[in-house]
């Protein structure tokens, strides 16, 4: 009796669905990477939003905290600054001459005090917003419009007299200022800039502006 010979084994689908296997592997490989390089890509922008988010709420929370004082706090967050009118936080006798009232010092206080909040910190309160950024500086700026009567300085030069007073009695109040928790920059920095306004105008007009940079911000 004959032996039939054996059937030839068709490996050709074999190899296809090998090919296969590899083709769906290679596919899934590349959009892992193709996700982990977008996410890395967009992590600076998010890190940016966050800081920008957060910087808001600090912001919101120290003109809070002045309004509760009777300081009638204005926000810009382009520049992430709060300033309050400077005939809220300086008296001027007859003669020109300025001295900080007591306001200034409270006004230190309360920066220093929402200051606790970032990490670091000790909260002095339940009412702190949640923040994981950085310090990077801290300003505050004395800006003239107008002169008082009695002044005998020029406008830039009587800014400058003035954020010398409001700087010492803000570092008096608020000696914490010198080295703020979580700074990774400077303690605070005094200024003085003399801003355009009527000719017309008389009297003390301007303000306080507390100006703060944070890491990983957009310079405003």
Not at 53 to 68: C, G, K, M, P, Y
Request: aromatic letters at 2%; proline letters at 7%; glycine letters at 12%.
């Amino acid at each position: 009796m004959a032996l039939s010979r054996p059937q030839p084994i068709d490996h050709k689908p074999f190899l296809d669905m090998a090919i296969g296997v590899v083709f769906i592997l290679l596919v899934v490989v590349a959009a892992q990477m193709l996700l982990a390089t977008g996410g890395a890509s967009r992590a600076p922008e998010q890190r940016r939003d966050l800081v920008e988010r957060q910087a808001a709420s600090l912001l919101e929370s120290v003109a809070d905290r002045l309004r509760r004082r009777g300081l009638p706090a204005e926000i810009d967050h382009p520049s992430r600054s709060v300033s309050v009118p400077l005939a809220a936080v300086v008296a001027v006798g007859p003669d020109g001459v300025a001295r900080a009232l007591p306001a200034a010092g409270a006004a230190g206080r309360i920066v220093a005090d929402r200051l606790q909040c970032l990490p670091g910190g000790t909260p002095r309160g339940a009412d702190c917003p949640a923040l994981d950024i950085r310090l990077h500086g801290l300003r505050a700026e004395t800006r003239v419009e107008s002169l008082p009567e009695g002044a005998r300085l020029a406008k830039d030069r009587y800014a400058q007299l003035l954020a010398t007073v409001l700087g010492a009695a803000i570092l008096q109040s608020a000696p914490d200022l010198l080295a703020p928790v979580g700074a990774g920059g400077p303690g605070l920095r005094t200024g003085a800039s003399a801003l355009a306004g009527s000719g017309g105008s008389r009297g003390l007009r301007g303000d306080l502006t507390f100006r703060f940079a944070f890491e990983g911000a957009e310079e405003g």
